[in-house]
């Protein structure tokens, strides 16, 4: 996972070739940064099992990935969805 601040505040997911380190695929999801102190994230790693990719964003962005082709099963907008209110830290383990 990684952040990019311009042209606008975004997070990435991305995957790549374990044997070539080529790109598969990626996905981009707005992320402002609006209540967090740190802006160096996001600080979790993206965790793997049975084929599929789980990441957490710093503000909460929480989404499952099809290893094979990033097609995304099911995300939750962990703020929006269930009211968590984000640390100025934002949210830092991994899922």
Known sequence: MDRITKPKQ?????CFSEK???LIWSHTYDCPYRTVSYTAGPPTSV???DGVAYSLGM???????KTLDG????SHDL???YEIDIPEWGISAAP
Do not use: C, S, Y
């Not at 097609?71 to 099911?74: A, C």
């Open 71 to 74: 097609r995304v099963p099911w």
């Open 59 to 65: 503000m909460g962005h929480l989404f499952a990935f």
């Open 47 to 49: 965790q793997i099992h």
């Open 20 to 22: 070539r380190g080529k």
């Open 79 to 81: 703020h929006t969805d």
């Open 10 to 14: 975004v997070e990435r997911v991305l």
